[in-house]
């Protein structure tokens, strides 16, 4: 019952009111090895619908463009929107390509998840813009795609497709947001809509932390589910090889790519972009510079950061480290490769770059390389070696 003249107090989790029942419903992921366990369980991440996901995948559209087909792709996880999703791969191919997880960045940016990494001709002024400022100019996933590669690039949990609902925002991110529509106002700025619910859904992430804590996950938990689920429908599309799967992301990508390569055995191979450092090297001025998808409470009692990357089976990995970072000291990165490159293994492989937090033209060549190189034993034929810039 609510007072006389009171209104009902709004939802902290508009569009995923089921997202509590189906925690309570589903078991946690079970990995295939005790060190993937083990992060399965810090994070929190619920037991991925592999099944529902793949019976419910529908391609909604497909279009030829440049020499990359592009279809747009769908599938209903058991709470929340509907996952929707890219799937690029060259035009005319012949025969299983590699499969790669294209895994989009953080970027503060929530409005847009996936869209962010394809042709820009479906762009928008703020997608081009984050291409332009992130991703060297390119609409990664689908250059990707010219290389030779099947790809498949997803919204994950609260991004896109997968946002929260912050039509009306709960009480904390509506006072936010009320305050910097005043700064928005004193400097003469009219925000668009999209601007709108990039500032609630930046506030509104520290609310949906707190319910993933209450409920017994984490927000890096729930977006390792989202990805787990399209790491199966990848495997199951046509035309890709299932035995020769990878991904890659840059920056809060990254970590994702990081995560569910511990996670999954059928990645073979990844590449982690701008988003590898010490813990130490954080505390106390960097902080503030990362989001809830680095931070996740308990993580470090399984070792540093860099030593999650060793809890995965891949046979290979690279991590690329952009030396003028603002996210990221130089020594946090350095202490990070020398703990890599002190494993017996020889998976890994580091290079670092000049300049800052971007994944440039000249580090997605590199990536791309190394991928192909690693998940392609014999040159495909369908290969297309010019760039899309």
Known sequence: MFAPGTAPRPSAIGGYEDWPSYLRTHPRHIAETSAGQELADALGVPAAPESAALSTAVIESEATHDGVTTSRVSWQLGFGPRTRAWFLRPAGATGPLPGILALHCHAGIKSVGAGRLVDRRLADRQVADLQQCLYGGRPFATWLAMQGFAVLAHDTFSWGSRRFN????????????????????????????????????????DTVAKAAGLLGTSFAGMVAHDDLAALHVLAGLPGVDAGRLGSV?????????????????????????????????????YLDAHSWLLQTPGLSRLGDYPELASRSTADSFLVQYALADDLFPEHGMRDADAVLGARPTGRYTG??????????????????????????????????????S
Do not use: I
Not at 190 to 200: F, H, W
């Open 166 to 205: 912050l039509g009306t925002p709960p009480r904390r991110t509506a006072a936010v947001v009320e305050g910097r529509k005043a700064l928005w106002r004193e400097a003469g700025v009219v925000p668009s809509e999209t601007e709108l619910y990039d500032a609630a859904a930046a506030a509104h992430e």
């Open 249 to 285: 992301g840059f920056s809060g990508g990254g970590g994702r790519s990081l995560v569910l390569a511990a996670l999954s055995p059928l990645v073979r191979s990844f590449v982690v972009t701008c988003m590898m450092t010490t813990y130490r090297s954080l505390v106390p001025a």
């Open 351 to 388: 290079s670092f770059w000049p300049g800052g937090h971007a994944f440039t033209a000249d580090m997605q060549e590199e990536a791309a390389g190394f991928l192909l190189q690693q998940l392609s034993p014999v040159p495909l034929t369908t290969a297309r070696q010019n760039g899309l």
